[in-house]
């Protein structure tokens, strides 16, 4: 308000369900990584809601706790 600059806060903090290119943002990867790793079944627990793929915030917390 006073010229000062507000953080942007990213669209995903408002989900608990991300896309593939927000979770992959989240996690600090690579989308193509992400992919990756669903299609051979490593990774991040993935939904798929009607024709979309989801991952849920709580998952991908589990998954860098892990060590993913």
Known sequence: QNGERQPSIPEYSYS???SP???AEYLSLKLSTLYHWRYTGQ???SYKIGRSIRYKREDLDDFLQSGG
Do not use: Q, R, S, V
Request: avoid cysteine; charged fraction near 35%.
């Open 16 to 18: 608990d369900h991300l």
């Open 21 to 23: 290119m927000e979770a």
């Open 43 to 45: 990774g991040p627990k």
